[in-house]
Every structure is written in C-alpha cells, then in structure tokens.
C-alpha cells in the first residue's frame, strides 16, 4: 500500500489486519497516521460523526492537526497520551518509532466521557454545533470512562508484539532523540522501565529554589518562563547542551521529590526514558514540550494536594501558558473565572503588567519563535496552529514583537545553526495571583 505524506511506500497490510482486530475487539475506530497527521492505512470504525467532520476540507485539516499533536505529544510523554480533539471527542495516540525516528502513530478512540472525567483540548474546540447533523451524530456517538479508554490503550500495546511486519523504506521523519538503532519498526511500551537513581548532586535548594516556590504556589507559567531561560542559556553552548539538560532534570527531580513525592518515581522513569533517547542534536522545541509537559505533571498533582482551593487567576494565567496556541478571548476567560470581562481586564492588568489580549499574543509568538527556529513547519502551517486566521495577520504581529518577518526570522536562526535567540515569555507576580 502507498504510504501518503512521508515520501516513502509502506507495508501496511499486517498493521491494519492489527488495527482491524482492535477495533473489533474494542469497538474503537483506529487509523495510523504519518508526523503530519496523514492516514496511512485505512480508516476502522470511525464513527459517522467523524466521518461527516472529515468531509468538510476545512475540520479535516483540524482533525489531521490533532492527530499530528497528539501523536507527537505520546512520542514526548513515551506514552499514549489521552486528550480532547477539536470536536470534543476523546482519543489517545500510541507512537510509532522506527530505531531513532519518530514515524507517525496509531490514533484511536472517538468516543465520548463523562463531564466529572473530560482530559484537557488538544487544540482550540472548533465551532460545529450550530450544524444540525452533526449535533444528532454526536449525541450517537458511545460513552466511556476514562478507566476502560487507558485498559483500550494497554490492549493496543499487548498487540504491538504482532507489528514486527511493519517496515519502511527512506522515509522523511522527525528529528528525535536517539536510542539504540533497531531493525524493526515498533510501539514505545508503557510497562515499568528502570527508575534511575536520585542524584545527589543537584539538590533543589541549590538548582532551581525560584521553580519550586513557582511550583508550589501553583504558577505554572512563572515555571515555564524559568526553565525557558534556563533551555535559552543551554543552548548559546552547543556542547554544554547535554550537561545543562542532566542539570536541569536533575533539578526538576528534585523539585518533584520534594512537592510531590508520590509522582516523583513515574518522573524519574519518564525522565530517563529521555535521557536515552537524547542525541548531540537534541532539538530544543521538542525539549521544551517534553519539559513543559513534566512541569504539568507535577502541577496538576500539587493541585490534587489542594482539593478545596478555589479557583482564581492562577487557573487562568495556567491555562494560557499550557495552550500557547490558542487565542482565548478575555469573555471567554471572564467565563471561565465568574469575572465580569471589566472587572477581569482590570485585574489581569494589575497582576500582569500587560493587557489581556496582549499577554495571550506574547505566548503565542513566543512559541512562533521556538517553531521558526527548531523546526520546518511551514510559516502558513505555523500561523494557523497558533490560531491566527490570516498568515498576513500572524507576519504583522509577529514583527510587531520581533522587529522582523517570520520568514526572516527563520533565516537569521538558520544562520546561527538553528539556534533560536532568547524566547522571552511573559511574566507576572505571582505573589499577587490570589487577588
């Protein structure tokens, strides 16, 4: 069969008959996908919600940006990681690697779960329910917990033993951090690795006191901006890069043993997971993801310490800095606080320093930066990801902040090696975030 996107022709035959008996097994709709969100084999019971989605050029393009994301964030997690699509569905992606390259992933789920049980959007929510027909195939579409969705994610593992058949032939992959080159293509397994060791040297005291009191007070975006600086120092020396990363593990360990004891195990597999995998090359985009994504983790368990705190800016100002790619409008944030949007405003402004509007656009072309520089992903690709609707638009704003032009940009980072300049994020006190 013909592999579409990835450049190459694929021996798909023994996957699908795989992905096949999932579903039947399941009642799942499965399909394998290229890093760009492509199928590459045939659909499997999709549902017909999806499948009247995907018709329209225009949620097919968000489908296959989900599919692409959340295939990209399981390759980052080294799991199958669970998450919310445009429309509202749940599915959850198993990556596919083949020695040391990311070849795609298998995306599976469609399925709905119950309110009390809703894993985070992937991408902003697309607006389809003013459409009648899709709002009577969606209220058809099954319910599940999200106990029997990881039980789903566990049987697909079980079978990756069968998929030693797939191969692939000069394929144009990603870039990933490598691990010992293998022959056969193969699925990343969720099963215990070997935990390293807590090290000694990089007690938190001494490596990283501002991202624990971040941490701790539950400032996810002060957290992020500290370990940016941290990645932007790292990477002025390229051959410093892989003992400033040990450094800042080793750090964020500590942090976690210390805040969070009971997930700092998981951490410390997932973190050397990475170490192993990781090359002189080591792609800072994709390092940062994986570093914000650890920082989330042990969020979101500070947060589970704290069952009957209420909700204040902190959720908010979280929220952007976990999704720089969506543009949230200050009544939807208003509503999502129980602000008026005046009243929000004004205190945004005096906790911040900035406009709201102007703080959500400061995270998104900061992580237009990172995507210019570390990656290849075409500036109108870049535009539309961060929620821009007119890449004209996105090229004004971006050199509002920048001075100059995506496109410029990405050459001048070119001509350091690919290494970006600082990406500064916006910042905040966050001793003034329980106003």
């Known amino acids: 069969m013909a592999q579409r996107g990835m450049g190459a022709a694929l021996d798909l035959e023994h996957l699908e008959q795989v992905l096949e008996d999932f579903s ?64 509202g569905l749940v599915d ?5 690697t083949d020695g040391d390259s990311y070849v795609g992933a298998i995306l599976c789920g469609q399925v709905r779960v119950p309110e009390t049980e809703q894993p985070d959007f992937l991408s902003h929510g697309s607006s389809w329910r003013g459409d009648r027909q899709l709002t009577v ?20 593992l079980g079978l990756a033993a069968g998929i030693d058949g797939v191969r692939h032939r000069s394929v144009t ?44 007070a ?50 410390t597999g997932v973190v050397q ?3 192993d995998r990781r090359t002189a090359s080591t792609n800072r985009y994709q390092v940062q993801l994986y570093l914000e994504r650890t920082l989330g983790m042990i969020l979101d368990e500070v947060m589970r310490s704290h069952p009957a705190r209420r909700r204040d800016l902190r959720d908010l100002l979280n929220t952007i ?43 998104r072309i900061a992580r237009a930066r990172l995507l210019l520089a570390c990656t290849e992903t075409p500036v109108q690709r870049i535009a539309a990801d961060l929620d821009f609707k007119q890449v004209n638009y996105f090229s004004r704003v971006f050199r509002a902040h ?15 090696d690919g290494r970006p300049a600082d990406v500064p994020l916006p910042t905040h006190d966050h001793t003034a975030l329980r106003a």
């Not at 410093?240 to 805040?259: F, N, P, Q, S, W």
């Open 24 to 87: 039947e097994a399941t009642g799942l709709a499965t399909v394998a996908v290229d890093p760009r969100g492509t199928p590459v084999t045939q659909t499997v019971a999709f549902t017909d919600f999806c499948r009247l989605t995907r018709s329209d050029p225009v949620r097919s393009r968000m489908c296959h940006g989900c599919d692409a994301h959340g295939g990209l964030q399981s390759m980052i997690e080294g799991s199958p990681v669970v998450y919310r699509c445009h429309s």
């Open 92 to 96: 959850f992606g198993v990556p596919i």
């Open 137 to 156: 195939l969606y209220d058809q579409v099954p319910t599940l917990s999200r106990r029997k969705i990881r039980a789903a994610a566990t049987t697909l």
């Open 173 to 216: 992959v990603l870039p990933i951090p490598a691990r010992p080159p293998v022959r056969q293509t193969r699925l990343l397994s969720i099963v215990a690795e070997p935990a390293i060791a807590p090290a000694p040297a990089a007690e938190p005291e001494a490596a990283l006191p501002r991202l624990r009191e971040a941490l701790g």
């Open 218 to 267: 539950e400032d996810l975006a002060t957290a992020y901006g500290l370990v940016s600086r941290r990645l932007d120092a790292a990477y002025r020396d390229p051959a410093g890069v892989a003992e400033a990363l040990v450094e800042l593990e080793d750090g964020l360990l500590g942090v976690a043993r210390e805040l969070t004891p009971r997930l700092a195990p998981h951490l």
């Open 273 to 275: 997971r990475h170490r």
């Open 321 to 363: 800095a976990r999704h720089p790619n969506r543009a949230l409008s200050l009544t939807e944030a208003a509503a999502a606080t129980h602000f008026s949007p005046g009243h929000l405003s004004k205190l945004f402004k005096s906790v911040t320093g900035y406009t709201f509007v102007s703080y959500v656009t400061a995270w």
């Open 402 to 416: 920048t001075g100059m032009s995506p496109s410029e940009y990405r050459r001048q980072c070119s001509a350091r």
